[in-house]
T-cell receptor, first 116, second 118 residues
Framework: DTGVSQDPRHKITKRGQNVTFRCDPI?????LYWYRQTLGQGPEFLTY????????KSRLLSDRFSAERPKGSFSTLEIQRTEQGDSAMYLC??????????????FGPGTRLTVL | AQKITQTQPGMFVQEKEAVTLDCTYD???????LFWYKQPSSGEMIFLIY??????QNATEGRYSLNFQKARKSANLVISASQLGDSAMYFC???????????????FGKGTLLTVNP
């Protein structure tokens, strides 16, 4: 069973540039999540997709951030006009819808972004 | 608001001994789920164990068990027979319905860095 994959694993960019990250979830999973993790902190929720619909966006997600999940398969997260404060690990997770709160989110290896 | 508190920034344990990592949570919702994840230095979050708020028994998965005390709002992770490969960051997380009605996201604590000594 292939796990969640993310590309690239590392990205170094200059302030003001745009970057795009890709996430491929576990194939049968219909739910997909993006989180951001800064040094010394736990992951913080950014956005959530059920199939192709983006159902929730965190207040952390400024208008410079946009996420898509065309056709309910892979997802992309784009950051426009990057700032040094965007430097973080960006984690993608997926899950298969289940009753209650028990559908486990499985995480990818993350994309580490460094903004110079 | 939902909140997870992990009060131990770092823990040390001798190989083959058991260790308990503390986690307390805060929520006003009676229905929620509690998770523990392991994050090695490579960065990937690895799911370890899940406990539902209505589960009568404590969850167990191999060497991992969750000591769930609902009245005290605690969900401590117990690792038995520690191995060198257990050295990693450990995060407690909760999923429930927050004040905005959202029930999809995980809320994480700040984590505990476990070091297993040979």
């Amino acid at each position: 069973d292939t796990g969640v994959s993310q590309d690239p694993r590392h990205k170094i960019t200059k302030r003001g540039q745009n970057v795009t990250f890709r996430c491929d979830p576990i194939s049968e999973h219909n739910r997909l999540y993006w989180y951001r993790q800064t040094l010394g902190q736990g992951p913080e929720f950014l956005t959530y997709f059920q199939n192709e619909a983006q159902l929730e966006k965190s207040r952390l997600l400024s208008d410079r951030f946009s996420a898509e999940r065309p056709k309910g398969s892979f997802s992309t997260l784009e950051i426009q006009r990057t700032e040094q404060g965007d430097s973080a690990m960006y984690l993608c997770a997926s899950s298969l819808e289940a009753g209650g709160f028990g559908d486990t989110q499985y995480f990818g290896p993350g994309t580490r972004l460094t903004v110079l | 608001a939902q909140k997870i508190t992990q009060t131990q920034p770092g823990m040390f344990v001798q190989e083959k001994e058991a260790v308990t990592l503390d986690c307390t949570y805060d929520t006003s919702d009676p229905s929620y789920g509690l998770f523990w994840y392991k994050q090695p230095s490579s960065g990937e979050m690895i799911f370890l164990i899940y406990q539902g708020s209505y589960d009568q028994q404590n969850a167990t998965e191999g060497r991992y068990s969750l000591n769930f005390q609902k009245a005290r709002k605690s969900a401590n992770l117990v690792i038995s027979a520690s191995q060198l490969g257990d050295s990693a960051m450990y995060f407690c997380a909760m999923r429930g319905t927050d004040s905005g009605g959202s029930n999809y996201k995980l809320t994480f604590g700040k984590g505990t860095l476990l070091t297993v000594n040979p």
